[in-house]
């Protein structure tokens, strides 16, 4: 009776059915700018979320999102700033949906309402530098010449690639893209593969911007790992892509979190 009841226990434990996770399942969507502000050093085109096929397609999304069912949803919003984000949350109508392009709305406001949450959490952190020119001048000092034209091949590469998905894919298409593990891989190789090598042997110009880079991103993730409370089974993660892909590398070595894809939450 004891080898049966122990066969049934490892049967049981065995099928993934029954198994259970211990870990936090984290939703990362990593997404472009709407409303593109023509900040980043890559100048990628606007794609108009506003249109009505769009607005379908958010619909859509933040359907899915409200299915996997996150209880918190964190967002790219100065962490200092949490008091203006809360009232910009509690007067938000349906309305807004029509009137803002900002990702915020769209997705992360938009699906905060269906869920009933009742706040957003702000994350963001950016007293840091992002010292792009220095960087360059540093090359250039150095007289580090393939390294530049490296730089100003990928940059240009990258442009290219991005403003033509823009003018062809959907934008439930595009955010897929921007999650896939290729670029994901992008968003981080630069910093290390072309970044980091700048200046000369006595100039970190370089290091210092890629540790200013994952100071920002590591700042934000305590964020995360601080307001995530034991009683939080999912949450969710609206940040641009470059900062996603960078968490992503975070959370490999964090046994508290798992992270659940974008194209699997939209099937």
């Known amino acids: 009776m004891k080898k049966l009841l122990l066969l049934a226990l490892l049967t049981v434990s065995s099928n993934p059915v029954f198994a259970q996770s211990t870990k936090k399942q984290i939703l990362l969507l990593g997404t472009f700018h709407f409303e593109n502000p023509g900040l980043d050093v890559a100048q990628i085109n606007t794609f108009n979320v506003m249109t009505n096929k769009s607005q379908k397609e958010l619909e859509n999304i933040t359907d899915k999102i409200k299915k996997f069912g996150p209880d918190k949803i964190f967002v790219e919003w100065k962490y200092e700033k949490q008091d203006k984000l809360d009232k910009f949350y509690a007067k ?18 938009r699906s905060a309402k269906k869920l009933g949450h009742k706040k957003l959490f702000a994350i963001d952190y950016n007293q840091t530098e992002f ?118 590398e975070f959370i490999k070595y964090d046994s508290d979190f798992e992270i659940i894809e974008l194209k699997d939450v939209l099937k």
Request: net charge negative; hydrophobic share 35%; with cysteine.
């Open 92 to 109: 938000n109508t349906d309305s807004l949906f029509h009137n803002d392009a900002d990702e915020l709305v769209q997705l992360a406001i």
């Open 131 to 248: 010292p792009y020119d220095s960087l360059v001048k540093g090359m250039q000092e150095a007289n580090q010449l393939d390294l530049i034209k490296k730089n100003k091949e990928e940059l240009v590469a990258h442009e290219k690639s991005q403003n033509q998905k823009i003018a062809k894919y959907s934008l439930t298409e595009l955010l897929i893209d921007y999650n896939a593990e290729e670029s994901n891989a992008e968003n981080v190789k630069w910093y290390l593969e072309t970044c980091n090598k700048a200046g000369k042997k006595d100039n970190f110009v370089g290091a210092y911007l890629v540790s200013e880079w994952y100071k920002r991103n590591l700042y934000m993730y305590s964020l995360i790992q601080k307001l995530t409370e034991n009683k939080d089974d999912k949450i969710m993660v609206l940040l641009g892509a470059s900062h996603t892909a960078m968490l992503r």
